[in-house]
T-cell receptor, first 113, second 116 residues
Framework: AAGVIQSPRHLIKEKRETATLKCYPI?????VYWYQQGPGQDPQFLISFYEKMQSDKGSIPDRFSAQQFSDYHSELNMSSLELGDSALYFCASSSPNSAGELFFGEGSRLTVL | AQSVAQPEDQVNVAEGNPLTVKCTYS??????LFWYVQYPNRGLQFLLKYITGDNLVKGSYGFEAEFNKSQTSFHLKKPSALVSDSALYFCAVRDDRGSTLGRLYFGRGTQLTVWP
């Protein structure tokens, strides 16, 4: 079965650089969520989109932005990167039929040097 | 407000013994409860969920969890642990109010180690 696809899987950037992470949800899933998981931490909700509109917002820094496109894939844009942005970024998707269950991708590991 | 507490950072058990990973929750409405497992440098894998119905929920890999409304708990259990069960386990919750598209709130995770 198709799963949530995230790219790139690994990314290394310098401080103050910009990074873009991509997420391709499971086919026919219309909602995408972004989570950030720091080392030894629980996943922290950043933002979500439903039918290409922002549906919820969590602890996403102002330096970050995201959007969901017409094909339902989503991109998380991160600017002015800081050392503290180094983390595993997860994308998850769901549909109205999944009773709240989120299906997670394998994550994109961002390292800021 | 919604929150999840996993009171144990680590749980250690011998292979073949039963295991329990504890979770308590707080929600305003009725809870949707989930358990996810994470292996090193991997994504979160769904184990099981409670939405409604029987309080004992059976999931993947022989895991089960018991929903206890009076104690607001949703402990994860397995009758006989395997070394391959060693991983990080997250409990998560959302309530049933409003949209079904709401975020999940995660606990801090419990590292389960099963030794041979």
């Amino acid at each position: 079965a198709a799963g949530v696809i995230q790219s790139p899987r690994h990314l290394i950037k310098e401080k103050r650089e910009t990074a873009t992470l991509k997420c391709y949800p499971i086919p026919r899933h219309d909602t995408v969520y972004w989570y950030q998981q720091g080392p030894g931490q629980d996943p922290q909700f950043l933002i979500s989109f439903y039918e290409k509109m922002q549906s919820d917002k969590g602890s996403i820094p102002d330096r970050f932005s995201a959007q969901q496109f017409s094909d339902y894939h989503s991109e998380l844009n991160m600017s002015s990167l800081e050392l503290g942005d180094s983390a595993l970024y997860f994308c998850a998707s769901s549909s109205p039929n999944s009773a709240g269950e989120l299906f997670f991708g394998e994550g994109s590991r961002l390292t800021v040097l | 407000a919604q929150s999840v507490a996993q009171p144990e950072d680590q749980v250690n058990v011998a292979e073949g013994n039963p295991l329990t990973v504890k979770c308590t929750y707080s929600v305003s409405g009725n809870p949707y409860l989930f358990w996810y497992v994470q292996y090193p440098n991997r994504g979160l894998q769904f184990l099981l969920k409670y939405i409604t119905g029987d309080n004992l929920v059976k999931g993947s890999y022989g895991f089960e969890a018991e929903f206890n409304k009076s104690q607001t708990s949703f402990h994860l259990k397995k009758p006989s642990a395997l070394v391959s069960d060693s991983a990080l386990y997250f409990c998560a919750v959302r309530d049933d109010r409003g949209s079904t598209l709401g975020r999940l709130y995660f606990g801090r995770g419990t590292q389960l180690t099963v030794w041979p």
